[in-house]
């Protein structure tokens, strides 16, 4: 529980949500912070009346709050206003579930791909199923479970009346799995005409941990795409490319801050002398984004290294 929970109880938060009046800070919402069974209930009744473009309001507060606050625990709610009537709320509570692994999550996110009549929830839930993927991977799901996540994303790949952001996330989400056929699946939307679906393809080869996509991923580095570029370096730092590392090394000075994250992340990963002695540089910049980036990226190459056995270089 958030330690400014005391400041306010879960009824008087709940009265300044409910004031269109007054302007919301993160401190207000700490009180919904790990809600009893009782303030559930108490919220489930009192949300409805609190109007659209507040609710989305407070529901996006409550998702950038719980991701820069790892103690703020808003799943009880979120699992609530994801049955919201308005579309944009159900599909941002979606999004702040992103940390709850409760397998009773998985049937309400299968329910709202295949018959929510929104794109945006049912994009969202596509995307949020992928770290229950994972975990069937891993054979941490029973069996159940796993046969009704797989069978829910394909039925969503293979539709071809489904709209592409649903599809794009169903793709990112399945290549999680072991599975040759997820293979032909990432290869199709690869080759797909829409580049939003070649840019999740190029992240599903990263998720995959397929080492076939290494020459595809190294060819996208040099896109003309931002998004793409970071796309491709972080695929290659989960792949650990080690032909990639000059052109990740050229990244470095990307005129997009993220891409120039993602290839700093992905020398920390692949490791080498080469990139040890480009984020060591790294280290030294005075910019301090790239700074940071390369601390955390030393840290994690040198964690490899421990992991493998290696002797520092």
């Given at each position: 529980m958030a330690e400014n929970r005391e400041c306010l109880t879960f009824e008087e938060a709940l009265q300044r949500l409910e004031n269109e009046?007054?302007?919301?800070?993160?401190?207000?919402?700490?009180?919904?912070?790990?809600?009893?069974?009782a303030e559930d209930r108490l919220f489930s009744r009192r949300w409805p009346a609190i109007p659209a473009e507040r609710r989305r309001m407070v529901i996006a507060m409550l998702v950038d709050n719980a991701e820069a606050n790892f103690e703020l625990d808003f799943n009880a709610l979120f699992r609530l206003t994801m049955k919201d009537e308005d579309p944009e709320v159900r599909a941002l509570s979606i999004e702040g579930l992103w940390e709850d692994e409760e397998v009773t999550l998985i049937t309400p996110l299968v329910q709202v791909?295949?018959?929510?009549?929104?794109e945006g929830p049912r994009a969202a839930a596509a995307s949020s199923l992928g770290r229950f993927v994972l975990m069937a991977d891993l054979e941490e799901l029973e069996e159940?479970?796993?046969?009704?996540?797989?069978?829910?994303?394909?039925?969503v790949i293979r539709n071809p009346h489904e709209g592409p952001e649903v599809r794009r996330r169903a793709v990112e989400?399945?290549?999680?799995?072991?599975?040759?056929?997820?293979r032909d699946i990432i290869a199709q939307a690869?080759?797909?005409?829409?580049?939003?679906?070649?840019?999740?393809?190029?992240?599903?080869?990263?998720?995959?941990?397929?080492k076939v996509w290494s020459d595809a991923v190294l060819k996208e580095l040099s896109s003309t795409n931002p998004?793409?570029?970071?796309?491709?370096?972080?695929?290659?730092?989960?792949?650990?490319?080690?032909?990639?590392?000059?052109a990740l090394v050229q990244l470095i000075a990307d005129p997009d801050r993220e891409v120039q994250a993602a290839a700093?992340?992905?020398?920390?990963?692949?490791?080498?002398?080469?990139?040890r002695r480009a984020l060591e540089r790294c280290l030294r910049s005075a910019d301090e984004v790239?700074?940071?980036?390369?601390?955390?990226?030393?840290?994690?190459?040198?964690?490899?290294?421990q992991a493998s056995g290696h002797v520092r270089l």
């Open positions: 009046r007054i302007s919301l800070s993160s401190g207000d919402l700490y009180a919904l912070s790990a809600a009893s069974s791909l295949r018959h929510d009549l929104a159940r479970h796993a046969k009704l996540l797989e069978g829910t994303l394909l039925e989400s399945i290549a999680y799995l072991s599975e040759d056929r997820v690869y080759a797909d005409t829409d580049e939003r679906m070649r840019i999740s393809a190029v992240f599903a080869m990263g998720r995959s941990v397929d998004s793409m570029r970071y796309e491709a370096a972080r695929a290659c730092g989960e792949l650990e490319v080690n032909d990639a590392v000059p700093i992340a992905a020398l920390g990963q692949i490791g080498g002398p080469r990139a790239v700074s940071m980036a390369a601390e955390d990226a030393l840290a994690e190459l040198d964690l490899g290294q």
